[in-house]
């Protein structure tokens, strides 16, 4: 935390870009082409086109209505769940259409897991609840599944809070424990990404900033893409940031969501190329 | 500086006097005033029927049998074989309408609910709950007895069409109040939807369908029209609920209880008090079973 505060004091220092295209650390595992989302006749989002790269942390950042958390849902289908909710444009993963006919969702989420805003373990003991995606999966053996629930606890920073009371019930758990609890379920599948809808909105500050240090020990195995309403989170978190804001249409007043700015989170921080961006990033709107 | 012993504290921190202090009383007391009108009915049901029937309850009356006729006197015979055939029936109607409700409502809130066939169970299982009971003691009596007997199995299928409804609209209601979050939560694991309904949707709803399912076999339980023709009544034990006419409590009491003889009549009494008492033991049997699948619950 202290060292990416002083990296950014030292980018205000030397307001130039860092790049101007962003580089490529690692490989794109995500590309999307003129992305759009509707929710029945209600275009929610327009034109998304963006990359996420392998091992690096993504925010998704931008005023409440602009579409972040749709897009994010897209990358595992989840939008699916939806029965109104329909996607125009291409979304690739590791070079295989999302949307493509006889691409199974399931399949798809097992790779791309999500952690979700509001923490929800399900009514269950704590050892289930980890247990419960690898069950599904297939795992029977029980010395496999308990090397999974401990190490999907371990890489959650959870595993010392309840090694005791791994048979009792996850709804004991307090928010930022059940939200560590959920990241761990997510992990145990050992999923390629980790989608996170603004995991930490509901938790307090300690339990938020264990939550992102557990991000950072966890980015070298999984792909992270997190929303975020919290642009400190963004800078101490992630490798890119994209900004997404809403259009208005003067005449009809329809809004939709649309990405204005997408780079490395240096860059939309300090030295942003969109005026919004500039306005959002600085507190001088939404 | 206030002295709290003076007895007139400095601030009032009760309820402002004056109207909104008597509509809150007024409300109180008309809540307890419901809640009696409740409970007395109940209450004086409850101990007639232990009061008038509670002598003649013995391991004779329960288990002996055959039912003696109505002019012999209480103490001879027993509802031995109305206890079967009650146990067999409902139980047997249980098996067939319960899974059934619970499917049905299971398709409307996680499969079809949006579609035409969705609603359209939902909208049948509605007007079901409204057909009087005699009524479907009728059809079932002009589709199935009429071409193959009476039997207990009869009065099960006719015990079941009642049961059906009432299993649908209140499991249907419980998995409603399942929260999305949760289906979600096990989506994003990779899960399929049958594998969403089996391990997360009905887990969390259990302890409701339970309820509901209790609801509909203790009403049916006591159900005594549709009985009566597809059962007809007979005085020994059938243990065979397939074949063979059977008897019921329910349609014991029925045919007990308007005879002038006193045997007869506190061998109703006796036979009412012995369908709440197994009403009553089904519904803490179940209780404690589903205890144990919401231990997590709380």
Known sequence: MEESEQQVIQHLAVPERVS???????ESIFDMRDVSVYYGSFRAVTGVSLSIHENEITAF???????????????????????????????????????????????VRRRIGMVFQKPNPFPKSIYDNVAYGPRINGERNKAVLHEIVERSLRQAALWDEVKDRLSKSALGLSGG?????????????????????????????????????????IKSQFTIVIVTHNMQQATRVSDRTAFYSVLRDEKTDVRTGTLVEYDQTANIFENPRDSRTQAYVTGRMG | MATVSAGSPVVDLREPAGWRRNKNRIATVAMWLALLLAIVPLGFVLETVIAKGASIISWQFL???????????????????????????TGLAALLAVPLGVLG??????????????????????????????????????????HFGVSGMAGSFALACLMLPVVIRSSDEMLKLVPQNLREASYALGATKARVTVTVVLPAAI??????????IARAAGETAPLLFCILTVTATNANVFSGANTALSTQIFANANQVFA??????????????????????????????????SR
């Open chain 2, 207 to 216: 302890g409701g369908i339970v309820s509901g399912a209790l609801l509909a």
């Open chain 1, 177 to 217: 424990q059940a939200q560590r609890l959920c990241i761990a379920r997510t992990l145990a599948v050992e999923p390629d990404v980790v989608l996170m809808d603004e995991p930490c909105s509901a938790l307090d500050p300690i339990a938020t900033g264990k939550i992102e240090d557990l991000m950072q020990e």
């Open chain 2, 105 to 146: 409502a299971v398709y409307i809130n996680e499969y079809g609910g949006r579609g035409i066939l969705g609603r359209l169970i939902g909208f049948m299982a509605d007007v079901m709950t409204g057909v009087p009971s005699i009524v479907m003691g009728l059809f079932i009596y002009t589709i199935w007895v009429l």
């Open chain 1, 20 to 26: 101007d295209t962003p580089q490529t650390t690692g």
């Open chain 1, 61 to 107: 950042i931008g005023p409440s209505g602009c579409g972040k958390t749709t897009v994010l849902r897209t990358l595992n289908r989840m939008n699916d769940l939806i029965p109104s909710a329909r996607v125009e444009g291409d979304i690739s993963y590791r070079g295989a259409g999302l949307y493509d006919n006889g691409v199974s969702a399931t399949a």
């Open chain 2, 263 to 296: 045997g007869a009549q506190a061998r109703a009494w006796g036979a009412a008090l012995t369908l709440i008492a197994i009403t009553f033991i089904l519904m803490i049997a179940a209780r404690i079973v589903t205890a144990r699948f919401t231990r997590y």
């Open chain 2, 63 to 89: 288990t002996g049998g055959p039912i003696p006729p109505n002019v012999l006197p209480a103490g001879t015979g027993g509802m031995g074989p109305a206890v079967i055939g009650t146990l067999e029936i």
